[in-house]
């Protein structure tokens, strides 16, 4: 027969009430164990209805702990006891008597737990935290608010430092375009046998090019100025010796083969020519750059066929080439404030004037060997002199430079913003002899030298106030 709802509850309640008494046994077992008191013998509570008594049970017999050489210790069944209570159905329950020691070790057990903490604490250590590199970098990143000329500026001086790469770049792209085949077949051989770049007659040299505004923002990247001692007067020929070379020589790029910094204001009446490597005629696409800026080959027969043709007469009168004398070797003593010259044994352009009839012109440019930092032979013997093999071999050689960058201040290949102040010295008047005497080199050498050197004695304390070193002359 199913047991009926009152049933049902009746037996609840006496469940609930057997749970209640065993509570209650375990709560006088604890304060009699905190207390020291010692374990209660029998059980002998009665329930207020007509159920039985829970059964009679013994004191539990405290068992002696185990020793290990000689010291007692205690084990999980010494400390843990089983209370067992049935109700009604049968179903048992199951408390955990603490031991007799259980208040002291919960005790200590929270003393040594928060000790514990505290001593994990004082012993943690940190890691690098995230972030903190970029806080003290050594790089300066540009800020994004740049107004839009520096950003011009920048545009205009890379593509000029990449203006080669560029070129060959866009040469093999073309040639990898089949419809372009018909064109550049011709146009290599055009290149490889073509003499416009030492023929003299500047027939590709565009004033158009040369006066254009952008080479306005090119020389304000730095900035650059030019500046001139005296005038010229256009009824003679000149050679300019520009000095330092530097590592790309932007400023004899800036004076002399734009009119950014305004050379025809400066000279009337004189049209110059800046002289560059001959190989850089054979590169396709970038001869045609260089010859639209008004370049020629720095070869005897460039510079002969310039100085002798054109003009009001006919014979190179009015005319002016720039050389770089130090040339790939000095770029090699490029560095920030000082200036070390090759000259002493330069003096294949002496002889050039003299046999050409052209004045000599010193100019010095403060500030070309600050735009770049470069490896310093000293540090790297090794390296220098693999330079120095590479450019007696090929003809020039390739500084191991930086700079900085597009968007940081620090590390790239971007020059560096630094003031440019290009001085042009005093004519040195040469007689012109078919073949020049030595004596007479030596001694147009000698006043060459005196005037480069009043140059930075003059101008030093002015343009180059951050100077390490004084100006010197090697080689």
């Not at 001869?287 to 080959?297: I, T, V």
């Not at 440019?365 to 220098?384: A, M, T």
Request: charged share 25%.
């Amino acid at each position: 027969m199913a047991p009926s709802r009152i049933d049902i509850e009746h037996d609840l309640a006496h469940a609930e009430k057997l749970r209640e008494l065993a509570l209650h046994d375990v709560m006088e077992h604890l304060e009699s164990d905190y207390s020291g008191a010692s374990t209660p013998g029998l059980y002998t509570g009665e329930g207020k209805d007509d159920a039985p008594r829970s059964p009679v049970r013994k004191p539990h017999k405290k068992n002696g702990s185990p020793k290990v050489n000689g010291v007692k210790h205690e084990t999980d069944e010494s400390r843990l006891v089983d209370e067992k209570l049935e109700n009604a159905d049968g179903e048992h329950l199951t408390s955990v008597k603490p031991t007799a020691g259980f208040g002291l070790a919960l005790r200590q057990g929270r003393k040594e737990s928060l000790t514990s903490q505290k001593t994990e604490r004082e012993e943690l250590v940190s890691g690098r935290k995230a972030g903190a590199g970029w806080q003290r970098s050594g790089i300066r990143f540009a800020p994004l608010n740049v107004p839009l000329q520096r950003r011009l500026q920048t545009l205009l001086v890379l593509g000029h430092t990449l203006s080669i790469a560029l070129s060959l770049m866009t040469f093999f792209f073309l040639c990898a375009v089949p419809i372009f085949w018909p064109i550049l077949a011709p146009y290599l051989l055009y290149v490889l046998f073509s003499r416009a770049g030492t023929s003299g007659e500047l027939s590709h040299r565009s004033e158009r090019l040369r006066s254009s505004s952008i080479w306005s923002l090119f020389a304000g990247y730095f900035p650059a100025r030019l500046h001139r001692s005296q005038t010229l007067p256009a009824t003679r020929k000149y050679i300019f010796g520009y000095h330092p070379h530097g590592i790309i020589s932007h400023g004899a790029f800036s004076a002399f083969a734009t009119e950014a910094l305004g050379f025809r204001q400066l000279f009337p009446g004189i049209t110059n020519t800046l002289l560059t490597l001959d190989s850089n005629f054979r590169i396709p696409l970038y001869r045609d750059y260089a010859l639209a800026m008004g370049l020629g080959s720095v070869s005897r027969e460039s510079c002969e066929n310039l100085l002798s043709k054109g003009g009001p007469n006919k014979e190179g009168m009015g005319r002016a080439i720039t050389i770089v004398v130090g040339g790939a070797r000095e770029s090699l003593d490029a560095r920030p404030r000082t200036l070390r010259l090759v000259l002493q044994r330069r003096k294949g352009f002496v002889k050039l004037a003299i046999r050409t009839g052209a004045d000599l012109v010193p100019v010095l440019s403060f500030g070309e060997n600050d735009l770049y930092d470069q490896l310093q032979p000293e540090l790297h013997p090794l390296v220098h002199k693999l330079q120095l093999l590479f450019k007696k071999l090929m003809g020039f050689t390739i500084p191991l430079f930086h700079a900085r960058g597009i968007f940081n201040y620090d590390v790239g290949m971007m020059p560096y913003r630094r003031p440019l102040n290009i001085v042009v010295g005093r004519p040195i008047k040469v007689m012109q002899q078919a073949r020049p005497d030595e004596g007479y080199v030596d001694e147009i050498h000698e006043l060459y030298t005196k005037e480069l050197e009043r140059l930075w004695d003059e101008w030093k304390d002015v343009f180059a106030k951050e100077r390490t070193e004084e100006l010197k002359i090697v080689y």
